[in-house]
């Protein structure tokens, strides 16, 4: 069976200091002939050097036609079939190191710690989850365990509660800013607190108490 292509090692080509130019040249001539199955005609001294050439090309022969068989009962069980332009033996990953990266970058990426599902059954939409998912990813703070996503709906459950607003409304509101999370603080536009005592924000509240005690101590004084 011929093969495109053939193995010199560098060692066995020490040979060639112990022959002349003559000798050499026919050396050559002999590796190309007997490699494209012609009849050799050898001198003694180069017959003898090109024994170990010769034993060297008969395990590479071998070598090769187990390859080729292997390969070719591997197609008769159905496997794919091999790429003309990848060596022979050789897989399609195996020939190009990127592949397995790539493979392994889109499982990660794919890979979510994440059951949508157990939020399903608690009464969330799916719609609303998967628009908070991307919105988070959209701002490079992704949601990437149940922790995250539960803590983001605790946070948005406690906001309409406290605006009195349901969670729809809470959800959009979040999506339309560029938050990470969202918290009782941030005034709901055009909305009042569901206690007639809240209807400022806490920090509100606060500044109305610290106006209340300086006007307490001017009045004292």
Known sequence: MSRPSIILHLDSLEVLDKLNDKECAELFKAIRDYNKGLELNLSSLVDIVFTQFKNQFDRDIKKYQNICERNKNNGLKGGRPRNP???????????????????????????????????????????????????????????????????????????????????????????????????????????LVKKKEQELSFSDISKKLKEQRNNVLKIGG
């Open 85 to 191: 332009k990848n060596p022979v033996g050789f897989s399609e990953t195996q020939n190009n190191p990127k592949n397995l990266k790539n493979k392994n970058n889109s499982k990660n990426k794919n890979n979510s710690n994440i059951n949508i599902q157990k939020y399903i059954d608690k009464g969330y939409q799916q719609k609303r989850i998967d628009e908070l998912i991307n919105h988070r990813k959209a701002l490079k703070k992704p949601l990437l365990t149940d922790r995250m996503l539960s803590g983001l709906l605790k946070s948005l459950d406690r906001y309409a509660d406290h605006w009195s607003i349901t969670f729809d409304e809470a959800c959009k509101y979040y999506l339309s800013q560029s938050w990470i999370s969202i918290d009782v603080e941030y005034k709901y536009p055009a909305r």
